[in-house]
């Protein structure tokens, strides 16, 4: 049974953090890998996307998101879903191959 498309949701990240400092820019990193370990892909410099299958899932990640944060900068997070992130448009440049790949591919419940 394939699971309706309204309840897909996207999560957009966007960020700015200091790197003028030796420390900062450890705090750049760092958050930089906790994005990429909880599956958020690039879609342009400074704002990840992540697919969710549900609201409770992305909950999950905006909560993870929310524990933690860097102590100065600017970070967002924006809930969209997936029809209407799949909607966007590009007005210069193409799709990453990994939001290709993600868009593609249909989910199936088993």
């Avoid at 450890?26 to 990840?48: A, C, D, E, T, V």
């Avoid at 992130?85 to 990994?98: D, V």
């Amino acid at each position: 049974m394939k699971i309706n498309n309204y309840r897909h949701m996207q999560l957009l990240l966007m960020f700015d953090l200091p790197v003028d400092t030796i420390e900062q820019r450890r705090i750049y990193s760092r958050f930089h890998q906790k994005l990429i370990k909880n599956g958020f892909i690039m879609i342009q410099y400074s704002i990840y996307s992540r697919f969710c299958l549900n609201d409770t899932e992305a909950k999950k990640y905006i909560n993870r998101f929310s524990e933690n944060i860097p102590s100065r900068g600017n970070i967002r997070i924006l809930k969209i879903t997936d029809n209407q992130y799949r909607n966007m448009i590009l007005l210069s440049g193409e799709r990453t191959e990994q939001e290709e790949i993600d868009l593609s591919s249909d989910i199936f419940i088993v």
